[in-house]
C-alpha cells in the first residue's frame, strides 16, 4: 500500500522531507486524524458528536423521534431554513454576517402570495421574481460595504426591520395568503417524495462519484510524481460513502421516503461545496475571509467577491423563504420572523462554519440545519413549549462558538490558522 | 563572479522611471519627489534608514498605494497603477514585507492565489508540481505544500512569497527586504536567484539593510532618506559613503571607526 515501496528508492517530490510524518498505512490514517483534531482542526466532529447525543436522549424520551416517518417530516422542515443557511456559509466565508436573511426570506414568500395567488401571475415567473429582487437586495447591501464602508452587520439590521416592514405592506390587512393545495409548488413542500428506485440509485452514484474522481487523481498524481491514494484507500472510502447513504435511505424508504424537496437541499450543497473548494472563485472567497489585504495584493477584484458573496446569501434566502412558503402552503406575516434569521446562522457555525472567516464548508449548513431540527422535532414530540426549546437552541448555538473559539486559539499555537 | 558579469551586462532599455513622486499620509510626507530609474537587466538596491520610505515606495509600484503625484513610466508608457492587479497585469511583481499571504490557504494555494490554473475547475495537480518546482528552485526547505502557511516558520513564509512573484515571468520584481528572516543558505540561494534573475534581463529592486547584500548583487544603490533621494553608487562605494548617505551625517560610529582604522595603517607610510 505504501507509495515508497511500490516506486522503488526515487523519493517522491513530495515526500523527499523527512521530517513530515505522512500517514500512509490506515492506521497512520486514524493517527492523523486525532493529531489534527487536537490540534484544533476539528472539522465536522463535534456536529456528529452532538447529533448522537442528542438523537440518544430524545430516542429514550420518545421512540418516535427516530421512526422513518419523523425523520421523513424532520427533513422537510430542514430543507426550507437549510437552504437560508447555506447563504449564511458563503458570506461567513468571507468574515462578514447578514443578520436580514429571516425578513428577505418572510418579503420573497409575501412576494410570491401576493404576485401567483393574489395577481394571477404564473408562478414561475413569480418565482423567479422573488429570486431576482432578492439577489438585488444582496447587491445593494454589498454597494453599500464596497462604497461606504459600511459594516454588514449594521446594513443587514437596517434590512431586517425595512424588509420585515415591506413583507407586512404586501400581506396588506389580510394578513395571510393561502397557497392553493395540490398545486406542484405546494406538493414539493409537503409530499413529494423520491420512488424508492431513484432513491436508492442516486446514493449509488454518490459513491461511484467519490471513487471515480478519487482514482483519477491518484492516476495523475502517480503519473506526476506526486505521493497518491492507494486503490485500497478509495475503495474504502467510496463503499463506506454507500453503505451509508444506502442505509439512511433505506431506512426513510420504510417511511414515506426520501423527499424532494431534500434532495434540492443537498444537491445544493454539493453544488456550493464544488464552487467553494474547486473553482477559483471559491478560492478567492477563502483568501478574502483569512486576509482580505493579501487577496487584493495578489490581484483578486477583492469587491466582487464581497458582492458574489451578499448576492448569493440573500438569493438563496429568498429561494427558502420560497420553499417554507410551500412547505406552509401559505405567505404570512408571521414567515421567516421568529427563529428561523438565528436558527440559519446557527445551523452554519454550529456545522462549523467559522464566525472569523476564511473557514467552512457547504456541508456544515447541512449537518447544522439537522442537528437544530433535531432539538425543535424532538421537543415538541416531548410537547414542550417553543420557550424552552429557543433557550436550548440558544444554548446549542453558544456552545458551537465557544467550540469554535476554543478550536481557532489552538488552531493558532498550532500553527493551523 | 558577480563582478564579471556586471562588466559585461551593459544595462537594456529603461524599464521604470519614476518622476517627482510624493506621498502623504495625511499630514506625514513618507515620500517627497523621489525620482528613480530601472533598465532591464539591472538591479537597483534601495536603501535607507527605517522609516525612510522604501516600502511605501514599493508599495506605490506594486499599486498598494497610490501616488499623491508624479508620474509612473513603466515599459515606455505613462501608467496609473490604481490596484494591485494592474500591476501584477503590467509584470510588477511584489515581494511585499509584510508578507501578504493567507495563513488559512495552503502553500499551493498561496502560490498561485489569483493566477489558479484552470478556474472552473482547479488543476491541483499541476498546480502542486509547479510549485514544487519552484521551491526546489529556491533551495526551500518546506515540508510540505499541503499544510496551511499559518504552520511555516518566517523564513519558508518568505520563500514562498518569493517563490509567489515568480510564478508568471515578470518584467520588474520588487523584493523587499526578501532576506531578513533567511538561513545563511537560503539567502546565498536568493541572491543567486537575483543574480539569475537578471540575467534573463529583468528589472529588479531589492530593499535590504545588509550593506555585503547589496554591495554583492546590485547595480547601483539608490539611497532615501526621510523620504527623499539621497544620492545614488555604484556597487563600489564604501561602506562609509554609504552610511553617511543614509543616516545624513558624517560623524557617526562607523566612520569614526574608519577613520581610526586608516590611521592605524596609514604611519608606516607616513616619513
Ligand atoms: N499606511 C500608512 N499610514 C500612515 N503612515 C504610513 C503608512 N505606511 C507608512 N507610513 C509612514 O511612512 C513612513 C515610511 O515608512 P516605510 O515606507 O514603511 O519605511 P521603510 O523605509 O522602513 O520601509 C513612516 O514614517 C511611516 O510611519
Ligand atoms: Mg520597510
Not at chain 1, 433505506?250 to 424532494?260: A, E, F, M, S, T
Not at chain 1, 438563496?316 to 428561523?340: H, I
Amino acid at each position: 500500500m505504501n507509495q515508497e515501496t511500490q516506486q522503488g528508492s526515487a523519493p517522491l517530490l513530495d515526500r523527499s522531507d523527512v521530517r513530515v510524518k505522512h500517514a500512509d498505512t490506515i492506521g497512520g490514517t486514524i493517527g492523523a486524524f486525532i493529531d489534527r483534531v487536537r490540534s484544533g482542526d476539528l472539522g465536522s466532529l463535534p456536529v456528529i458528536v452532538g447529533l448522537i447525543i442528542i438523537c440518544t436522549v430524545f430516542q429514550s424520551l420518545n421512540p418516535v423521534f427516530l421512526a422513518p416517518n419523523n425523520l421523513v417530516n424532520l427533513l422537510f422542515d430542514c430543507s426550507t431554513v437549510g437552504v437560508i443557511s447555506l447563504g449564511i456559509v458563503c458570506i461567513l466565508m468571507v468574515g462578514e454576517i447578514d443578520l436580514s436573511v429571516g425578513s428577505v426570506s418572510g418579503f420573497s414568500s409575501a412576494l410570491l402570495g401576493v404576485l401567483w395567488v393574489n395577481s394571477g401571475w404564473p408562478v414561475a415567473v413569480a418565482i423567479i421574481v422573488a429570486l431576482v429582487l432578492g439577489a438585488a437586495i444582496g447587491a445593494l447591501y454589498s454597494f453599500l460595504f464596497n462604497r461606504f464602508g459600511m459594516p454588514s452587520f449594521v446594513s443587514t439590521l437596517a434590512g431586517l426591520l425595512a424588509w420585515l416592514g415591506l413583507q407586512l405592506y404586501l400581506l396588506g390587512s389580510s394578513g395571510s395568503i393561502n397557497l392553493p393545495y395540490g398545486s406542484p409548488l405546494v406538493n414539493f413542500g409537503q409530499t413529494l417524495v423520491m420512488p424508492d428506485a431513484v432513491s436508492y440509485a442516486l446514493a449509488a452514484i454518490a459513491g461511484i462519484v467519490v471513487f471515480v474522481t478519487g482514482y483519477r487523481t491518484a492516476a495523475r498524481r502517480r503519473v506526476a510524481g506526486l505521493s497518491a491514494s492507494s486503490l485500497g484507500r478509495l475503495l474504502l472510502q467510496a463503499a463506506a460513502v454507500i453503505v451509508i447513504l444506502e442505509f439512511i435511505v433505506y431506512y426513510l424508504n420504510q417511511g414515506r421516503g426520501v423527499p424532494w424537496m431534500f434532495g434540492l437541499f443537498v444537491a445544493l450543497c454539493v453544488i456550493m461545496n464544488y464552487a467553494l473548494t474547486r473553482t477559483k472563485w471559491g478560492r478567492s472567497m477563502t483568501a478574502v475571509g483569512g486576509n482580505r489585504e493579501a487577496a487584493r495584493r495578489a490581484g483578486i477584484n477583492v469587491r466582487r467577491i464581497y458582492l458574489s458573496a451578499f448576492v448569493l446569501c440573500s438569493t438563496l434566502a429568498a429561494a427558502g423563504g420560497l420553499l417554507a412558503a410551500a412547505r406552509l402552503a401559505s405567505a404570512s406575516q408571521q414567515a421567516g420572523t421568529g427563529d428561523v434569521n438565528l436558527n440559519a446562522i446557527a445551523a452554519a457555525v454550529i456545522g462549523g462554519t467559522s464566525l472569523f472567516g476564511g473557514r467552512g464548508s457547504a456541508y456544515s449548513a447541512l449537518l447544522g440545519i439537522i442537528v437544530i431540527q433535531s432539538i425543535a422535532s424532538g421537543l415538541t414530540l416531548l410537547d414542550l413549549s417553543s420557550s424552552l426549546r429557543y433557550m436550548i437552541t440558544g444554548a446549542v448555538l453558544a456552545i458551537a462558538v465557544i467550540v469554535d473559539s476554543l478550536a481557532r486559539r489552538s488552531r493558532l499555537s498550532h500553527g493551523r490558522a | 563572479m558577480p563582478e564579471s558579469d556586471r562588466q559585461d551586462s551593459a544595462p537594456g532599455e529603461r524599464v521604470l522611471s519614476l518622476r517627482g513622486v510624493s506621498k502623504h499620509f495625511g499630514a506625514v510626507s513618507a515620500l517627497t519627489d523621489v525620482d528613480l530609474d530601472v533598465h532591464a537587466g539591472e538591479v537597483v538596491a534601495l536603501v535607507g534608514d527605517n522609516g525612510a520610505g522604501k516600502s511605501t515606495l514599493v508599495k506605490v509600484l506594486a499599486g498598494v498605494h497610490q501616488p499623491s503625484s508624479g508620474t509612473i513610466t513603466f515599459a515606455g508608457k505613462e501608467v496609473v497603477l490604481a490596484d494591485p492587479a494592474t500591476a501584477l497585469g503590467l509584470g510588477i511583481a511584489t515581494v511585499f514585507q509584510d508578507l501578504a499571504l493567507c495563513e488559512n490557504l495552503d502553500v499551493v494555494a498561496n502560490i498561485f492565489l489569483g493566477r489558479e490554473l484552470n478556474p472552473p475547475r482547479l488543476d491541483e495537480v499541476s498546480m502542486e508540481i509547479r510549485a514544487w518546482t519552484l521551491l526546489n528552485e529556491l533551495s526551500a526547505r518546506i515540508p510540505s505544500v499541503r499544510e496551511p502557511v499559518a504552520s511555516l516558520s518566517g523564513g519558508q513564509r518568505q520563500t514562498v512569497a518569493i517563490a509567489r512573484s515568480l510564478l508568471t515571468e515578470p518584467k520588474l520584481i520588487l523584493l523587499d527586504e526578501p532576506t531578513a528572516a533567511l538561513g545563511v543558505a537560503q539567502t546565498a540561494e536568493v541572491l543567486d536567484l537575483i543574480e539569475r534573475v537578471r540575467a534573463r534581463d529583468l528589472g529588479v529592486i531589492m530593499i535590504s539593510h545588509n550593506m555585503e547584500d547589496v554591495r554583492a548583487v546590485a547595480d547601483r544603490i539608490v539611497v532615501l532618506r526621510l523620504g527623499r533621494n539621497n544620492g545614488e553608487f555604484g556597487p563600489d562605494a564604501s561602506n562609509q559613503e554609504l552610511v553617511a548617505a543614509i543616516t545624513g551625517a558624517d560623524e557617526n560610529s562607523v566612520s569614526r571607526r574608519a577613520t581610526r582604522r586608516r590611521s592605524q595603517q596609514a604611519p608606516e607610510a607616513r616619513p
